[in-house]
Structures are given as structure tokens and as C-alpha cells.
């Protein structure tokens, strides 16, 4: 293993041309990977609105401590993301790009610190490969645009395992001092992440980083080592950084260690409370997806790496700590009674490093083995793509399922030709830029073309902004709104948007207001001897139906809602007035 001196430049490398191809596709992947569309739709799901309703409360209100959601405290998660999107929206604005601006600066942060400990330990070419492999999956392209805490969590994690791993011996080189050094540095860094980890997701950040460690300890048996972690310096910088938040959130809240140690820790690790029950399984097809459009290099990574590992009888210290990285947290989490997608994130880059490994290390008989099963599997999917992207231009049942189907056939297509550029990498191992590394550009085109590969599954904007618009459009008080089997992401990204709690229709204790319904079926919520207005205001870009109801003996005076009866342009959400 050895350092090279120049990130970028590998001795064989004379060619200012291929430095600069090189520089420039990792950055363009890095961008398109991690930056490009951060707003290109609105919040969506339970999570990303309510997260930016905090954080926007918090640069509001000037209370970095509780956070509030809809006026109260919520003190669910903790606090990192919310400080984090509450300065990006004092810096730059309220808007998705800049809630979800956190997120991906932290997964900009996860990526450069793999790199440099793969540059360390294996070169510039394994390092460059990273930068290209690593962003581009879908697992680490998703959640940089998710205006939520996993991604911060995985980054700050990921530091703490890159500072564990300067710790524990496995980054020393050929140019590392021989009489080993206190690595004051890294200790120091590695309480402090570890404690913004903590602050991200909460003391889940411990387990995850100490069982890894404790792993590597069994089966290196190197104890002394291992023991290096819990050094005085780490602990006093971990405490530095963690427990002021924890402690001043806890005396302004009392109910904080019941409802977020007790109940959002151990309950959603112990019990089915929180009804995301998944089978134990779970998250190998996840990890699969995380890891795709590279699944078939995960696969045949795992494959020559086990073989490779059997014939020698011998494994590397860092490979064990990195397979201890990603065992632990896949098993943790494939124990708990509640398992979400993200949860296994801070494995992924782990994951990535052994994979960007093999693939560069693949030589002889193993690299074309693996060509053969990238071509294999080409013949299935490159007709299959042209069968779906035939079917979908020629389908006439259904206009939205064509474009599905026709959709499915462009992304097979080119999920095909990235993995066949990928096998096109030389047998000779050299620092040249060749044309397997053009692999990540398919994924760059899915990228830039994200609003018509996604169009037929957001015919109707998922998230409440495009409904919000509507309704301020009407001039409609966002306190008379009601709300029937509204999906709740949409429903609290309604909330966002109108800066308002909207409540939910009840059949029972009926209002006076405006009732939004997903079909013309009012009669079914609204009883004697409340009424809806014959005819609905029927909201083109959202989807939906506005009823006004008023109780029967009104609505006869009142007419088609009111003062809102008339002719209604919808065209310019933002601003236009009822005529």
C-alpha cells in the first residue's frame, strides 16, 4: 500500500488532458450527484415538512434549543439537522433547496473523507474511482435530496469511523512515521463527530461506531488498539460537543427523556410501537437498491472477495474493520422492531470502499468473469428496455401506464450502458483515464432529466405546495380548510406551505369551512343538517375538489360557496385573483 503524492496524478499519469478529464467528471459527479435539483419538487412524506417547519420555526423564533413543530415542542429527534437547514434558510431563503442544502453538504462530507482514506491506503486510482462510484448510487443521490436527518447522521458517522480507523494503526503507509504518535488529531475529531452524530439521530451513534470497533477488536484480536478509542481526549470532545443540547433541552422540557430516550429509542428499537415492521430480511434487497446502478459489482465483489479470502486464509486488517463497519449496522438494524430504508445508510459508504477496492484490484481470470456477467446480463436487460420502451410508445389502454412502461425502458436502457462502460476498464491496472470511467454519465442524463422520467408517477404533485398555491390563490383562509383521507405527507406539507395546522374533517363535531376531498363523494363526510355546495371547485393542478359546507338552512342563500362562486383561472398560482 502506498501514498501517492498527488491526488489526481498517478506516476504513469503525464497527460495534463487526462488530469484535467479526471478532475472534472469527479466534480460534475459530486454536483449532478449530490446538488443538481435539490428543488425540484416539494416536501414529500411525513418527514421532510415537518423537519423544515422546525427548522423554519427556529430561525423565526430565535430558539435554537426546543424544537417546535406547529407551536409545540417536538422533541423527537435531535436538534443537528434543524440548526443546520435554520442557517441555510436565514443564508439563502425559505425553499426545498435550501432544507434540503444540509443534506447534501453532509453527503459531500461522507464522500471526501472515504476518499481520502482509500488514497491512503490503496492510491490515487482507487480514491478517483470512489468519487465516481460512490455518489452515483441511488441510495447516496436520494437521500442528499431528502430534507431529513439520515444523511447528516451517516456523514458525521462516517467521519467518526474514518478518524476510528487513523486510531486503530489501519491508515498507516510507507510514509508513516515507524515510532507511532498519539494521533491527537483524530482522537479530538473523532469525539467531535461522534457527538454531532449524536446530535444528528442520538445515542444510537455510539453502538453504531463501538460495535464495529469491538468487532475488529475479536477478530484481530489487537485489544490495545481498540482501546485507543475511549482515550480521555475523545471522551472530553465527544461530551463537549453532545451533551450541552441534551442537557439544556432536557431542563427546558421534562417530558424529553421519556419521550425521546424512552419512547423514540428504546420502544422503536424493542417494540412494534411504531408499526414499521419489515421481516429480518429486510434489508439485504435494500442495500441491493442503495447500491444500484452497481448491484452486479456488489455482487461479484462479494463473490471474488470470499473466494479470494478462502484461497489465501488471510484478510486484511482494514477490510476486517471495514466489513465490521457495515456487518454491525446491517445486523442492528435487521434486529430492530421498527426498520425504515434509511436506517442502514451509515453502512453504505463503508460498503462502497470494498466494492471501488475489488474493482480496481480486479485482474486476469476475476475481471473477465466479471465482464461476462455484466454481458450476460445485458442480454437480458438491454431487449428487455427495448421491449418496454417499444411497448410504452405503442400503448393505448392507459396513457399514464405507457409512460410508465416507456420510462422503466429508458432507465433499464441506461442502467445497461453504464455497467456495460463499466466493464470496459483495462486488465492492466493504470492511472489513465479510460472509457469505463465515462460509466457515471448515463446516471448523469437520468439526473438532468429527472422531470420527465418522473412525470408519470407525479402527474399530481405529491407534496401540498401545488395545492397550497391553489388555495392562496382563491383567497381562501388557510383556519377554514378541512382535510378528508388526505395522505399524511401531503397533509403536513399542506401545513408547511399554508403556515397553518390544517385539521382533519370529523363526521362527528362538523365546521363551517371549506372541505378538500380527492372526489366528488362530499355527501359521504358531510351529515344532515350540514350541506355541501352542489358543485365543488375542482382544483386542475392539484388534483382535488374544494366543497364549501355550511349547515342546510344557509347553504340554500349561499349558492355555489359563496363569495367564491364564479369563474376561477388557475393558471397563475402564485398571484392570480378570482374573477
Excluded at 108 to 129: F, N, Q
Excluded at 143 to 168: E, K, R
Excluded at 209 to 214: C, D, I, R
Amino acid at each position: 500500500m502506498a501514498q501517492t503524492d498527488n491526488f489526481f496524478l498517478d506516476r504513469p499519469v503525464q497527460s495534463r488532458a487526462t488530469r484535467l478529464a479526471w478532475i472534472l467528471l469527479i466534480l460534475a459527479t459530486l454536483y449532478f450527484c449530490y446538488f443538481h435539483n435539490l428543488g425540484a419538487i416539494g416536501f414529500v412524506g411525513p418527514d421532510e415538512p415537518r423537519y423544515a417547519w422546525i427548522a423554519r420555526d427556529m430561525a423565526e423564533t430565535g430558539d435554537w434549543i426546543t424544537p417546535r413543530l406547529y407551536g409545540k415542542p417536538w422533541v423527537e429527534k435531535p436538534v443537528l439537522y434543524y440548526w443546520s437547514a435554520a442557517l441555510s434558510f436565514k443564508l439563502f431563503g425559505v425553499s426545498e433547496a435550501a432544507a434540503r442544502l444540509p443534506s447534501a453538504l453532509s453527503a459531500l462530507l461522507a464522500t471526501l473523507p472515504m476518499a481520502w482514506l482509500a488514497l491512503r491506503l490503496y492510491g490515487a486510482e482507487t480514491a478517483r474511482w470512489l468519487l465516481l462510484l460512490l455518489p452515483t448510487t441511488i441510495g447516496m443521490i436520494g437521500f442528499s435530496h431528502a430534507a431529513a436527518t439520515d444523511m447528516p447522521f451517516a456523514a458525521t458517522l462516517t467521519i467518526a469511523m474514518v478518524c476510528a480507523a487513523v486510531i486503530l494503526g489501519l491508515a498507516r503507509n510507507e510514509n508513516t512515521p515507524i515510532l507511532p504518535r498519539t494521533p491527537w488529531l483524530a482522537l479530538l475529531l473523532l469525539g467531535l463527530f461522534l457527538g454531532l452524530a449524536a446530535l444528528a439521530k442520538g445515542p444510537a451513534a455510539i453502538i453504531l461506531s463501538g460495535g464495529p470497533v469491538l468487532l475488529w477488536a475479536i477478530f484481530t484480536k489487537r485489544w490495545r488498539d481498540a482501546f485507543r478509542c475511549v482515550h480521555p481526549v475523545a471522551i472530553a470532545s465527544f461530551c463537549l460537543t453532545a451533551l450541552p443540547w441534551y442537557i439544556l433541552c432536557a431542563r427546558r422540557n421534562p417530558d424529553f427523556f421519556r419521550i425521546f430516550i424512552i419512547e423514540h429509542n428504546f420502544k422503536r428499537y424493542l417494540t412494534p410501537e411504531f408499526q414499521h415492521i419489515q421481516p429480518f430480511w429486510f434489508y439485504i434487497p435494500i442495500v441491493l437498491i442503495a447500491l444500484a446502478p452497481w448491484t452486479l459489482l456488489l455482487l461479484w465483489s462479494a463473490i471474488s472477495g470470499l473466494l479470494r479470502s478462502w484461497q489465501n486464509r488471510q484478510i486484511s486488517a482494514f477490510a476486517i474493520f471495514l466489513l465490521s463497519w457495515a456487518g454491525f449496522c446491517l445486523v442492528f438494524f435487521s434486529t430492530s422492531q421498527s426498520k425504515l430504508p434509511g436506517y442502514v445508510l451509515p453502512a453504505v459508504p463503508a460498503i462502497g470502499l470494498l466494492l471501488t477496492r475489488s474493482y480496481v484490484a480486479f485482474s486476469g481470470s476475476v475481471l473477465r468473469a466479471f465482464r461476462w456477467l455484466i454481458v450476460g446480463s445485458s442480454l437480458l436487460t438491454f431487449p428487455a428496455s427495448l421491449v418496454l420502451l417499444w411497448t410504452g410508445r405503442h400503448f393505448s389502454t392507459s396513457r399514464t401506464n405507457a409512460k410508465v412502461i416507456f420510462v422503466v425502458g429508458c432507465v433499464l436502457l441506461l442502467f445497461t450502458v453504464t455497467n456495460l462502460l463499466l466493464g470496459i476498464r483495462p486488465a492492466t491496472r493504470r492511472s489513465a483515464f479510460y472509457p469505463a470511467a465515462l460509466c457515471v454519465l448515463p446516471i448523469f442524463l437520468i439526473l438532468v432529466l429527472f422531470h420527465i422520467f418522473s412525470s408519470p408517477w407525479l402527474r399530481y404533485d405529491p407534496s401540498g405546495k401545488t395545492l397550497a398555491a391553489e388555495i392562496h390563490a382563491l383567497q381562501i383562509p388557510p383556519d377554514q380548510i378541512y382535510v378528508a383521507r388526505m395522505p399524511r405527507g401531503q397533509q403536513f406539507s399542506l401545513n408547511f406551505y399554508l403556515r397553518h395546522q390544517v385539521e382533519n374533517w370529523s363526521v362527528d363535531s362538523p365546521k363551517e369551512g371549506y372541505l378538500l376531498l380527492t372526489s366528488k363523494a362530499c355527501s359521504h363526510y358531510v351529515k344532515p343538517p350540514w350541506a355541501c355546495a352542489s358543485e365543488p371547485i375542482q382544483l386542475q393542478s392539484s388534483g382535488w375538489f374544494l366543497y364549501s359546507v355550511r349547515q342546510a338552512q344557509s347553504m340554500s342563500r349561499l349558492g355555489r360557496l359563496g363569495a367564491l362562486g364564479g369563474d376561477y383561472n388557475l393558471g397563475d398560482l402564485a398571484g392570480r385573483q378570482p374573477r
